[in-house]
């Protein structure tokens, strides 16, 4: 009877710790690892330009919209500047492609594209492509040196597609850069005129963009 007893307590013993071990080894197996953040694909929001103003190096009329930062005029890495038409008697203004700044030095070439002259906010954050007459983008898609211009308020909330040429064409981005700009308001404050916008971006050379 005692060898009985000390076999079954044993026995006890022995399937309490494999069903402990089992029990504990499902767990870990289990454990689910989050998706890595997909970092190809990017959305911008509440991006504040200002006009140039003299000195020109000094004013935060660059963007480099592969970051989605405003930066100064004379930084090299802009993509594009806010410039006006003042110099032909006009107050309006207008995105232009970066490397056609010759004060104080030019930044990289972005190609841009009219999608709508007429959009809204809640037309942007649900765009998940720029239409095109397939699904893919080339460089011929975008036939802009410049956006249209636009003044303070902004008569149309438009809505433009642009591809980063220059950075690609350098090795700055490994893929090509495509992305959507949205206007969402123009304004003057006491250091002059101020436009703030959007962007989506999608740093892989496709067509497909984030939602909000």
């Not at 010759?102 to 720029?130: C, E, H, N």
């Not at 006491?190 to 939602?211: C, M, P, Q, R």
Request: proline share 4%; hydrophobic share 40%.
């Amino acid at each position: 009877m005692k060898a009985l007893d000390i076999f079954k307590r044993t026995l006890y013993i022995f399937l309490t710790v494999l069903i402990a071990m089992t029990y504990y080894s499902c767990g870990e197996d289990e454990t689910v690892t989050p998706p890595p953040n997909d970092t190809t694909v990017a959305i911008f929001n509440d991006l504040v330009i200002s006009e140039r103003t003299i000195p020109f190096d000094s004013a935060l009329s660059g963007v480099d919209l592969n970051r989605g930062r405003i930066v100064l005029d004379g930084d090299f890495i802009k993509d594009a500047n806010l410039v006006d038409s003042i110099s032909l008697g006009d107050s309006s203004f207008y995105f232009r492609s970066g490397d056609l700044s010759d004060i104080p030095v030019p930044g990289y070439q972005a190609r841009f594209s009219l999608i709508s002259l007429i959009s809204s906010q809640s037309i942007f954050d649900t765009m998940k492509v720029i239409p095109d007459s397939d699904t893919t983008l080339s460089e011929n898609d975008f036939t802009m040196d410049n956006t249209l211009s636009f003044r303070a308020p902004l008569v149309f909330t438009s809505t433009y597609g642009f591809y980063l040429k220059g950075k690609f064409d350098n090795n700055v981005t490994p893929y090509r850069v495509f992305g959507i700009i949205y206007l969402d308001s123009a304004y003057y404050d006491a250091t002059g005129f101020k436009l703030k916008f959007d962007v989506k971006i999608n740093k892989s050379g496709v067509n497909s963009f984030k939602s909000q």
